[in-house]
């Protein structure tokens, strides 16, 4: 969609008014953590970084700059500095739900699967509505241990109920452990109440195409 000129020029007002309504306290650690998170959402990761590093030496222990930080760094391929940071934050905040997830993600990229379910678990634990490591922990078992990831993805599914990407990854793994009936079931609510969602279509083509006729 066109953005009119007037309104591309109210557009830059408002950033430039937000942007520096964030730097009128220079002093305070939230105000670059603001500004690290406005330049992490546009996908400015070095702006970003140094704006967490910035709050960090004002407060060590602010364990948001530093969750957001790793997830800057891991995007620029820095996984030993996003380790680092969320190393931190589990020394001195051990419980924290998001450290774990976040090292759960970023020990699957390094393609350490037994540290990545050891802190998804964690992040579920201490965070047990965070249906995001439950999906992840559906996708990393279901490598050679499918019927946990059902398990988990059930969790998953339970706790986002309105996710239709859930629900058709709890369908797809439930077709592969065997139970397709109660993965054509899934399928077909998801049908009712997502139509727009394709995938879950197909895949119930898919099975209806290879199982035995009666």
């Given at each position: 969609?066109?953005?009119?000129?007037?309104?591309?020029?109210k557009v830059e007002k408002a950033k430039e008014e937000y942007l520096a309504s964030l730097?009128?306290?220079?002093?305070?650690?939230?105000?670059?953590?603001?500004?690290?998170?406005?330049?992490?959402?546009?996908?400015?990761?070095?702006?970003a970084v140094a704006c967490y590093e910035r709050a960090t030496r004002i407060e060590p222990r602010a364990d948001r700059?530093?969750?957001?930080a790793s997830i800057a760094q891991a995007r620029m391929g820095e996984f030993v500095k996003a380790e680092k940071s969320l190393q931190e934050v589990l020394g001195f905040s051990p419980e924290n739900a998001a450290a774990h997830f976040n090292m759960g993600l970023l020990m699957a990229e390094r393609n350490d699967p037994h540290k990545a379910e050891e802190?998804?678990?964690?992040?579920?634990?201490?965070?047990?509505?965070?249906?995001?490591?439950?999906?992840?922990?559906?996708?990393?078992?279901?490598?050679?241990?499918?019927?946990?990831?059902?398990?988990?993805?059930?969790?998953?599914?339970a706790l986002r109920p309105d996710d239709p990407r859930y629900a058709y990854t709890l369908a797809f793994y439930l077709h592969q452990s065997g139970e397709?009936?109660?993965?054509?079931?899934?399928?077909?609510?998801?049908?009712?109440?997502?139509?727009?969602?394709?995938?879950?279509?197909?895949?119930?083509?898919e099975i209806s195409a290879t199982s035995p006729k009666r």
């Open positions: 969609m066109k953005v009119e000129a007037k309104d591309a020029e730097r009128v306290w220079p002093d305070q650690w939230s105000s670059h953590f603001n500004l690290g998170n406005y330049h992490l959402d546009r996908g400015e990761l070095k702006e700059v530093l969750v957001n802190h998804l678990k964690a992040a579920l634990k201490y965070d047990p509505k965070m249906d995001q490591a439950a999906y992840n922990l559906c996708i990393l078992l279901s490598r050679n241990r499918v019927q946990e990831a059902v398990q988990f993805c059930r969790e998953a599914t397709t009936a109660e993965a054509v079931k899934v399928l077909n609510t998801i049908g009712e109440m997502h139509p727009d969602f394709r995938d879950a279509q197909v895949l119930l083509q």
